[in-house]
């Protein structure tokens, strides 16, 4: 159905406060917040208690009256952050384990000024909203394929669009004042930036050449870029410029400066602005083909914001003609049909895929960056530059299409894998 | 809600003035460009020889003696840092009681506020 005009997309139709949404948006967030948790935020908050407990000199707290940590806090509580940041995960009082990573963390992060970040603020705000979420979906029931009807009050997500719009409107109204940013950009040069391994150093090197050539140029962008991004986190009309534009901000300014966990966690906080639990992208499959049961074995269990619908094209299908029938006869039997009824076979349908998936894949990508950051100060190479790797190769994966589009053989839009197959009957 | 866009606002702004400041709790990041820095902690009897402080380990974590530090300061000011160091050597010099005095040599290397002299030197002499 065609959305109304200037009310947003279908899914960002918000009825209030109150109202009532699709319950795995708000799992996902949750269980994706809790990795980033375990694979980041624990271990470097422990740092600073085993630090803090360790040595004998303190500055006072930036909280009067806050109460110091003591040898047994010191002991408990790293315990405590990991079990939390388990049960958050997995969905075990998960409220509780969020809000208890919140408080204990602002203790920490208030304990020594030297112990703030804007990423650590921001990672425990969400936090904190996690802990307003009564979404009651297990990692667990995220993982099993189940009818996608569990639904729960919907402000915690309002209030994390809230929060993501406060956080860029500041940002950007701070840039706009500062003497290092405005017109001129003069203190851009002065940013550290993040190095990379071969090949992308070199990007990163044109990238530093780029901030001393135009820094005006870039800080009027990046500006404007956040007021855009503080906009379209509470304009629903904005969304699908939002979404397409903040996941550039976020590739753009972990690739530059690799601020921590600030960039995932606005990924993170990109999911509560994502369709969810609407069963609109049809996946074609016949029961009697192995490829399709084993393509439904797994993406139904990568299928946590309950997007795919597993349609049966043909109850049984002789082995010989696996291959034949509409849809089929493509790489991995993939088929698959957009809200709109466009499908998408083979290749272009595994390229469109990591837009459905995404929890999951946000999860594996932050895996491949924090576990090679680990690696990588152990010195074994550069595997913290996985993530971009991996996005390398999957706009790798569109050269061919965008060769063809260069040579005039056909539109981009037409790169569909399914221009042999015709439409498909459902039974 | 209010606390989430009153306190940035408060802290980015100023009252009554409203004048401007870089602020820690206000969604500013990368607006200010920290200062960078060397520190070196050592201690010194009358005009003899620089030596490393004993047990700097046990003071404060991730500090060494008596070899400089190159660092940075993304969140914090100037003043603060200078007060947390002569603090740090005040504290030194009242747990240790040896009659050394004991320095925090700061050198800027770069963003720092302009009206700074290049290097600071922070001492604490330690009673017997």
């Known amino acids: 159905m065609p959305t109304p005009r200037g009310r947003g997309p279908e899914w960002a139709q918000a009825e209030g406060w109150f109202a009532s949404v699709p319950a795995y948006r708000l799992a996902s967030f949750r269980v994706v917040l809790a990795v980033a948790t375990l694979i980041f935020h624990v271990p470097k908050f422990n740092g600073f208690i085993r630090d803090y407990v360790s040595s004998e000199f303190h500055v006072g707290p930036a909280l009067g009256g806050l109460p110091i940590l003591s040898p047994v806090a010191g002991l408990a509580l790293p315990l405590l952050h990991w079990v939390t940041a388990t049960g958050l995960l997995l969905g075990v009082w998960p409220r509780t384990c969020a809000w208890f990573l919140a408080v204990a963390g602002a203790w920490v992060l208030l304990l020594d000024p030297e112990h703030y970040s804007h990423g650590a603020q921001f990672h425990l705000t969400l936090l904190a909203l996690a802990g307003c979420s009564t979404d009651g979906v297990s990692l667990s029931r995220l993982l099993r394929e189940d009818e996608g009807a569990a639904r729960c009050p919907g402000w915690p997500e309002l209030l994390v669009r809230f929060q993501v719009a406060i956080v860029f409107f500041y940002a950007a109204l701070d840039k706009v004042i500062s003497p290092a940013w405005g017109l001129k950009g003069t203190g851009l040069p002065a940013l550290r930036m993040a190095d990379h391994g071969p090949g992308l150093g070199l990007v990163q090197r044109a990238n530093r050449a780029l901030l001393h050539v135009i820094p005006g140029a870039l800080s009027v962008g990046t500006i404007l870029t956040e007021f855009l991004l503080a906009a379209a986190a509470v304009v629903p009309r904005l969304w699908r410029v939002g979404l397409f534009a903040g996941l550039t901000f976020v590739v753009s300014i972990e690739f530059l400066l690799q601020p921590g966990l600030f960039a995932w966690d606005l990924l993170v906080a990109g999911l509560v602005f994502l369709p969810a639990g609407d069963r609109s992208w049809k996946m074609v499959y016949a029961p009697g083909c192995g490829a399709c049961r084993r393509n439904r074995a797994i993406l139904s269990r990568l299928d946590w914001l309950r997007r795919l619908q597993w349609v049966i094209c043909a109850e049984r299908v002789p082995t010989s003609a696996a291959t034949g029938f509409a849809g089929m006869s493509t790489w991995w039997r993939l088929r698959l049909e957009s809200p709109r009824g466009r499908a998408f076979c083979g290749l272009a349908a595994l390229r469109v895929l990591p837009a459905i998936v995404l929890p999951p894949l946000i999860i594996a990508l932050l895996v491949a960056r924090f576990g090679g950051e680990f690696f990588t100060r152990r010195g074994y190479g550069p595997w913290e530059d996985l993530p971009f790797l991996l996005l390398g190769a999957y706009l790798a994966s569109w050269l061919p299409e965008v060769s063809r589009w260069w040579r005039g053989d056909r539109p981009l839009s037409a790169a569909t894998g399914c221009a042999h197959e015709g439409r498909v009957e459902y039974p | ?128």
């Open chain 2, 1 to 128: 809600m209010v606390v989430q866009i009153g306190v940035p606002f408060v802290q980015k702004f100023e009252l009554p003035s409203l004048k401007y400041r870089w602020a820690r709790y206000s969604w500013a990041m990368f607006s200010r460009p920290g200062p960078r820095y060397e520190i070196r902690l050592f201690r010194t009897r009358a005009e003899g020889p620089s030596e490393p402080i004993p047990e700097i380990r046990r003071y404060v974590r991730g500090y060494r003696s008596p070899d400089p530090m190159s660092l940075y300061a993304p969140y914090w000011t100037e003043d603060e840092l200078l007060d947390r160091l002569a603090r740090l050597v005040t504290h030194i010099a009242r747990d240790r009681r040896d009659g050394y005095t004991y320095v925090a040599e700061v050198r800027w290397l770069a963003y720092q506020r302009a009206d700074l002299p290049l290097r600071t030197e922070l001492r604490a002499d330690s009673a017997r």
